[in-house]
């Protein structure tokens, strides 16, 4: 019974966007859900990197060199900042690292693909950046608090990231026809993988109908899909490139562009931990991990040094 008034009052909360906070009660499946959501966020922010810092060494200009240099920075502090909000809910970030090596934790699949050309870090900032906005403008909203405000700060910073992927894509595109064939390889190679990233369709989403009811999600995965394509169309043809999708057409009744049939086999097997990229971002995040552990070793010593100076004070 106890529960269930706990419940009765935790859904009217819900209902009247009142935030929940860290020490409010929740449902254990409402924490569950966020913890694996939240720690998944932050495994895409950081492993993220990866494909981007492949070409930091080849960037094209001391000017695209730097762009890019803050940008991977800003995804760091992104996962860190996502980390801090999954431990509000009770479990340490070391915990959330081991799931992710063991193969238990998720991240985004659209980071196992590689980068092969220069226009792939403007289709990635362009596209990729592109539906995170779509998808965490919408995550401002969720009913967590501490998910809800990381969220407004994470946004503020992406918007850099889609407009400085999308100045890569509109300079080749105008650029030799080489250039211009670079930047339609780069598009033709990370569309589908973008608009994956939104998750399955509605009906096929294990969590969306209990996290739209506890307003973890604010707009469901094609709701923010068809939104992300909406806006991108355009973009992409206005500087004169084509979509690798012949179904995709305006629909002047619905107000939408149709598209054609999402490859899931495709989805489920990068999931799974089958796509080009997965053995190698892992392999990375364990050997990164294991080098820098001396760094966090003098930073927790520091700390501890510090709080003990300040006790004996
Ligand atoms: N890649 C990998 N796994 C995915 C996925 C994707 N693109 N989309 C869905 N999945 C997984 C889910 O994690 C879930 O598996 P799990 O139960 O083992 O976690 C399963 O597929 C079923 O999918 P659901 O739609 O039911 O799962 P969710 O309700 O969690 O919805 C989501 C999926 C829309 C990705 C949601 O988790 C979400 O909004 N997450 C926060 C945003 C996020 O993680 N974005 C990743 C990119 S971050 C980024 O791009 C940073 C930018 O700066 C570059």
């Given at each position: 019974m106890e529960d269930a008034k706990k419940l009765e009052a935790f859904q009217a909360k819900i209902d009247a966007d009142i935030k929940i906070e860290p020490k409010d009660w929740m449902?254990?499946?409402y924490r569950q859900?966020?913890?694996?959501?939240?720690?998944?966020?932050?495994?895409s922010e950081v492993i993220g990197m990866q494909p981007e810092g492949n070409w930091l060494t080849r960037a094209p200009s001391l000017r695209s060199k730097k762009i890019l240099m803050a940008k991977i920075q800003d995804e760091a502090g992104h996962g860190l900042y996502l980390y801090c909000a999954a431990e509000t809910l009770g479990v340490k970030r070391e915990q959330f690292l081991e799931w992710l090596h063991e193969g238990k934790a998720k991240y985004s699949s659209v980071f196992n693909y590689p980068t092969l050309t220069w226009a792939d870090i403007g289709a990635i900032g362009w596209l990729v950046d592109g539906a995170a906005i779509v998808n965490q403008v919408s995550?401002?909203?969720?009913?967590?608090?501490?998910y809800s405000r990381a969220m407004?700060?994470?946004?503020?910073?992406e918007s850099f990231h889609q407009r400085q992927g999308y100045e890569i894509m509109v300079t080749l595109a105008n650029g030799t026809d080489e250039q211009k064939e670079m930047a339609q390889d780069a598009l033709n190679r990370w569309w589908w993988p973008s608009i994956m990233m939104f998750g399955p369709h509605d009906a096929d989403s294990a969590h969306s109908n209990q996290s739209l009811k506890w307003k973890i999600k604010r707009e469901s995965n094609d709701e923010l899909r068809q939104k992300f394509i909406?806006?991108?169309?355009e973009q992409g043809l206005h500087i004169g490139l084509t979509f690798p999708d012949p179904d995709l057409k305006w629909n002047e009744e619905k107000g939408h562009y149709d598209f054609g049939a999402i490859d899931w086999d495709e989805f489920w097997n990068v999931v799974k931990g089958y796509g080009a990229g997965n053995k190698k971002r892992l392999a990375h995040h364990k050997e990164a991990h294991e080098v820098g552990s001396w760094v966090r070793e003098a930073a927790i010593a520091y700390a501890n040094k510090k709080n003990n100076i300040q006790k004996s004070a």
């Open positions: 449902p254990e499946k859900t966020l913890i694996r959501q939240i720690s998944q966020h932050a495994h995550l401002q909203g969720t009913s967590y608090g501490p407004v700060k994470i946004c503020m910073e909406d806006k991108t169309v």
